[in-house]
């Protein structure tokens, strides 16, 4: 008896331990974030007052009626520029990354030919290339192919990577094989097998890839900068490191210019959570 | 041999011939056709070219390009910058990859043991991840300037505060600390998911022969983690060792002096800004190639580990 009290004691202070941690962390995560929204609604005069002021008292949207009025730089653009810019690229090479994978893991996962294993480990191996080594010859390709200040640089690349066909191909390896009986009975094509029944049976795997494919593209910073060098052209992370140079004196911009930029992809994130965390948990892939 | 491909859904049609066989084949070589491609340009090319490159001497500026055997390497030999910036970047990579790991694990841990808020914690933790570098660098260097949040945070508590980014001492520390708030919920979900996995009859087990909580955690959870464990360690060292944006944005590219000067920015900045591509390429190589050791390593260690 007295040591089952003593268990039980044990287990609460261990979950009052927990809980106490956890919201430690968790002021630690949310206290910038609500720091960062109150300020990108404060006038300039509350902001620059010490200490620092977490609620604006009159709170203003002057500072986001700037980042998006205010004539960037000398080419008359709008941070809507670089917004665009970025939906742009983003979307587009997306969906080339989910055409072009989910076919290259439909036949790693679902067709015989020689030489398959060989392949499939050698594509593989790309997985261990670092970032690092690809910069330079990519910079060089493109400049070969012209493509440099172009959106081509950003959209096709991505098309290359093997995450995709690694993770379509296992989704695809567990689609019970009755369902493509039907199919080939009735004399369906192997295009037509993959397009209209495997793809619509995999939408939640298409969504997830998507919305991974989304977020890494949208958030890349060190490759646009590096191929994008007109201000008409850049995308909204790295736009924004140049135009928030210009106005660093004036926080409340700077804030601003931040909350509109993290926005789509939090919404995102908040819309697909539940798929997102499910993948990062499956693959051991969405970190850096 | 039968592979773990054999999945062929023809397989189970009864009219089985050479010439649907054949006819299999060259479906999957189509359908792999234009991946291949893609695949073929942008990353077997360059991955090619980036061997070539490190032995040429390429000057963008001047247009020269000429073999010049190993002369890239012994010049990096006396680099000091390229010296200073690998210092630099192991001593961040360390920093980040330890702390990571340990505020993923115990906030996994965390995790595992409560039920109620459990979906609430873990979407916010996770949701900086999400979030750019430019965005986490533009809200930092606000947070960390010598009149930030917390300085002002400091001052309540009766300090005068740090300046953290213009320390050549804390620099380093304070760009770790920005990287670990923005990434730790990645790690934090992997060692989540290995905790799942651990079967609760082996903690009722230890419990049953009299282990303590610490005894549990370290000679039962660590011990069956371990390939996770690996796996972080590892991917979150490569990634790491390759900081870039963080002090691109927050020090001015290497500043106090070269305090958080990288190697990726001394890379950077001799491709892109001196357009020695041939010395810049071939410190990209040597980097590369270690890292990549670095990962087959870890994958074959897996592969042994996995097997529990």
Redesign the interface.
Request: hydrophobic fraction near 65%; charged fraction near 10%.
């Given at each position: 008896m007295h040591r089952d009290t003593r268990a039980i004691l044990?287990k609460r202070l261990?979950?009052a331990?927990?809980?106490a941690?956890?919201v430690i962390?968790?002021l630690?995560?949310?206290?910038?974030t609500v720091?960062?929204l109150g300020q990108s609604f404060m006038p300039e005069e509350q902001i620059l007052k010490?200490?620092?002021q977490i609620i604006p008292r009159e709170p203003t949207l002057d500072n986001y009626v700037e980042i998006f009025t205010t004539k960037l730089s000398r080419q008359e653009l709008s941070l809507f520029r670089w917004l665009f810019n970025s939906f742009y690229v983003t979307t587009s090479s997306t969906i080339g990354v989910l055409?072009?994978?989910s076919?290259?893991g439909?036949?790693?996962?679902?067709?015989?030919?020689?030489g398959?294993?060989l392949?499939?480990f050698g594509?593989g191996a790309?997985f261990?290339?670092?970032?690092?080594?690809?910069?330079?010859?990519?910079?060089?390709?493109m400049r070969a192919l012209g493509w440099i200040d172009t959106h081509h640089a950003l959209i096709?690349?991505p098309?290359?990577g093997?995450f995709g066909?690694f993770f379509m191909r296992q989704f695809f390896?567990a689609i019970p094989?009755e369902l493509?009986?039907a199919a080939?009975?009735d004399g369906a094509s192997?295009?037509g097998?993959?397009w209209r029944v495997f793809l619509p049976l995999s939408r939640p795997a298409v969504a997830t890839l998507g919305i991974f494919t989304f977020?890494f593209i949208?958030?890349?910073?060190?490759w646009p900068?590096?191929v994008l060098n007109s201000d008409e052209m850049r995308t909204l992370?790295?736009g924004?490191?140049v135009f928030?140079g210009e106005y660093w004196s004036y926080?409340g911009i700077?804030?601003a210019?931040?909350v509109v930029?993290?926005a789509p992809?939090?919404i995102?994130?908040?819309i697909f959570?539940r798929q997102?965390?499910r993948a990062?948990?499956?693959t051991?892939f969405?970190?850096? | 041999m039968t592979?773990r491909?054999?999945?062929?859904?023809?397989?189970?049609?009864s009219n089985w011939t050479l010439t649907n066989?054949r006819?299999?084949?060259?479906?999957?070589?189509?359908?792999?056709a234009?991946?291949?491609v893609?695949?073929l340009?942008?990353?077997?090319?360059?991955?090619i070219?980036?061997f070539v490159?490190a032995f040429v001497e390429w000057e963008l500026l001047r247009g020269t390009y000429r073999f010049i055997g190993l002369e890239n390497f012994q010049l990096i030999m006396e680099d000091d910058l390229f010296w200073i910036a690998l210092g630099n970047s192991l001593y961040f990579a360390l920093m980040t990859t330890v702390g990571n790991v340990v505020?993923a694990l115990?906030?996994a841990?965390?995790?595992k043991?409560?039920r109620l808020?459990h979906t609430l914690?873990?979407?916010?933790?996770?949701?900086?991840?999400?979030?750019?570098?430019?965005?986490i660098?533009?809200?930092?260097s606000?947070?960390l300037a010598p009149?930030?949040?917390l300085n002002?945070g400091l001052?309540?508590l009766g300090h005068k505060g740090f300046n953290y980014l213009a320390d050549p001492n804390l620099v380093l520390p304070s760009l770790s600390l920005t990287t670990i708030?923005w990434?730790f919920g990645?790690?934090m979900?992997?060692f989540?998911?290995a905790l799942y996995a651990v079967p609760e009859t082996l903690y009722e087990a230890a419990r049953i022969d009299g282990a303590g909580?610490r005894q549990i955690l370290w000679q039962v959870t660590l011990p069956l983690i371990r390939p996770a464990l690996l796996?972080i360690i590892v991917?979150?060292f490569?990634?790491h060792i390759?900081v870039?944006?963080q002090p691109?944005?927050m020090t001015n590219g290497g500043g106090p002096g070269y305090s958080s000067y990288t190697?990726?920015l001394h890379?950077?900045r001799n491709?892109?800004s001196y357009y020695h591509?041939g010395y810049?390429?071939a410190m990209?190589?040597s980097?590369?190639?270690v890292?990549?050791v670095f990962?087959?390593a870890q994958?074959r260690l897996l592969g042994r580990y996995t097997e529990y």
């Open positions: 044990l261990n979950k331990g927990a809980y941690f956890l962390l968790l630690i995560v949310l206290f910038p720091w960062v010490w200490p620092v055409l072009v994978t076919m290259a439909y036949a790693f996962a679902r067709l015989r030919f020689p398959k294993q392949l499939f594509l790309s261990l290339v670092p970032g690092v080594m690809l910069l330079i010859p990519s910079f060089m390709l096709w690349p098309l290359a093997f066909v390896l094989s493509a009986e080939v009975i192997a295009f097998i993959y977020l949208w958030n890349d910073f060190t900068l590096v992370p790295v924004l490191v928030l926080q700077v804030m210019g931040a930029s993290s992809v939090l995102v994130y908040i959570q997102i965390t990062v948990m499956a051991g969405g970190g850096r | 592979s491909f054999a999945t062929a859904d023809s397989d189970r049609i066989k006819r299999e084949a060259l479906a999957g070589y189509l359908f792999l234009p991946y291949l893609f695949f340009v942008f990353l077997a090319g360059p991955v070219s980036a490159t505020v115990c906030a841990l965390a995790l043991s409560i808020g914690f873990r979407i916010a933790m996770y949701a900086p991840v999400v979030l750019s570098i430019s965005v660098g533009i809200i930092f606000r947070l009149f930030g949040l002002a001052e309540l708030w990434g990645f790690p979900l992997i989540l998911a909580r796996f991917t979150q490569i990634a390759q870039f944006g691109y944005i190697i990726v890379i950077y491709a892109f591509m810049a390429g990209a190589l980097l590369g190639v890292m990549f990962a087959l994958f």
